[in-house]
C-alpha cells in the first residue's frame, strides 16, 4: 500500500502520540491513535504490533485495578512485563522499539509507586523498589535503596549483593561491582536470580557461561563463580579474617563429606572448587608460603582435573 508524504508524516505522529498514552498507562487513547494510523496504512506492522501491545496491557490494567495498593500490585505488574517480554520477540514480527521503552517506563514507575506505598521498614518491598530505579535508570536511588533493604533485613541475602553488584557495574564501580557479586555467589549462587541482572559485566559472564553448560543444571549458578574466577572477571581478591578463614575450612571439609554421600544435583562440586579459589586468594593476598597454595590446587586437581587445568590456562 503506497502512503503519501504527508500521510506517513500523520501517521509518525500518531504512533509517537500513542506511545506516550502506552507511557501514562492510557491505552484507550493509545487505541485511540493506533486505529488512526491502522485506517492509514494497515499493512504497518509496526502499528499492528502496538495494537496487539496495547491490547494485551489494557486486559492486564482490568485485572489490576481489583487488585490492593500496595506490593501484590507492584509484583503483578513485574510478572506480566516478564510475560510481555517472553512473548514478545516470537509473536511481535515488527520491532517498535519505542513503544516497549514506553511500556516499560510505564511498568516498573507503576510497579515502585506501589511498593512505595508499603512500609518503609518492609525489607522486601524496599528491594524490588532498587530493583524498579535500576530499571528506570535511577542508579543511585537504586542503590541507597537496596542498601535500605539489607539494613532493614539485618543480614545479607545473595540475591541483595547480586543486585547492588549489578547496580555498581552499571554506575562504572567495577571493583565494588566484582567484590559484591563474587561474596552474593560465595553466600549462595542458586539464589542469585541471573535474569535480573543487566549490567554488560555480568551479562556476558552468563552468556558465556551459557556456551558451556545448559542454563537448565541445576548447578549452573555454582559454576558462575568458578569460570568467573578462571576467566578473569572475578580478579579482586581479599583477605580473610582469622574468622572467617576458620568458618571456610570447616564448610571445605562439611562440603568434601557431603560429595562423598553423593552428588545427584552436581551442585556440590562447583560450590567446593568455588570454596578453595576463595582459600587460594587469601593465601595470595596474605602473602603465605606457595606451599599452601599448591595443597589447595592439588585439592582441585583430584577434584576436577579439568578446572584444574583451565586455571594455568
Not at 68 to 77: I, S
Not at 116 to 131: I, M, N
Not at 169 to 192: C, D, H, I, W, Y
Not at 290 to 297: D, P, Q, T
Request: charge should be negative.
Amino acid at each position: 500500500m503506497l502512503v503519501s508524504n504527508d500521510s506517513a508524516s500523520d501517521i509518525k505522529s500518531l504512533i509517537t502520540r500513542s506511545y506516550r498514552y502506552f507511557e501514562s498507562g492510557d491505552f484507550g487513547n493509545a487505541q485511540r491513535m493506533l486505529e488512526q494510523a491502522h485506517a492509514q496504512d494497515f499493512e504497518n506492522r509496526e502499528i499492528q504490533g502496538a495494537l496487539r501491545a496495547c491490547g494485551f496491557w489494557a486486559r492486564r490494567v482490568e485485572g489490576l485495578e481489583k487488585l490492593p495498593p500496595g506490593g501484590t500490585k507492584g509484583d503483578e505488574l513485574r510478572r506480566q512485563w516478564k510475560a510481555f517480554e517472553g512473548r514478545y520477540p516470537q509473536n511481535f514480527d515488527h520491532p517498535f522499539e519505542g513503544g516497549v521503552a514506553a511500556l516499560r517506563s510505564w511498568v516498573y514507575t507503576s510497579a515502585l509507586d506501589s511498593y512505595l506505598r508499603q512500609s518503609e521498614t518492609d525489607a522486601e518491598a524496599l528491594f524490588q523498589a532498587g530493583r524498579c530505579h535500576k530499571v528506570l535508570g535511577g542508579y543511585e536511588q537504586a542503590i541507597s535503596t537496596i542498601e535500605m533493604a539489607i539494613r532493614e533485613a539485618g543480614k545479607q541475602e545473595a540475591r541483595s549483593l547480586a543486585e547492588l553488584a549489578d547496580v555498581y557495574a552499571l554506575v562504572g564501580e567495577t571493583r565494588a561491582a566484582k567484590v559484591l557479586m563474587r561474596e552474593a555467589l560465595f553466600l549462595n549462587a542458586p539464589e542469585v536470580e541471573c535474569e535480573e541482572l543487566a549490567s554488560p559485566l555480568f551479562r556476558r559472564l552468563i552468556q558465556r557461561l551459557e556456551q558451556e553448560l545448559d542454563e537448565n543444571d541445576p548447578g549452573f549458578a555454582e559454576w558462575l563463580p568458578v569460570y568467573g574466577t578462571l576467566w578473569g572477571v572475578f580478579d579482586v581478591k581479599r583477605e580473610l579474617s582469622a574468622v572467617e578463614f576458620g568458618k571456610l575450612k570447616q564448610r571445605i571439609y562439611a562440603l568434601k563429606s557431603e560429595i562423598a554421600d553423593g552428588d545427584a544435583e552436581r551442585r556440590l562440586k562447583p560450590r567446593l572448587i568455588n570454596h578453595y579459589f576463595r582459600m587460594i586468594d587469601h593465601y595470595q593476598s596474605a602473602s603465605a608460603d606457595r606451599s599452601a597454595i599448591e595443597e589447595v590446587l592439588m585439592e582441585i586437581k583430584l577434584l576436577s582435573p579439568g578446572i584444574y587445568r583451565k586455571y594455568f590456562e
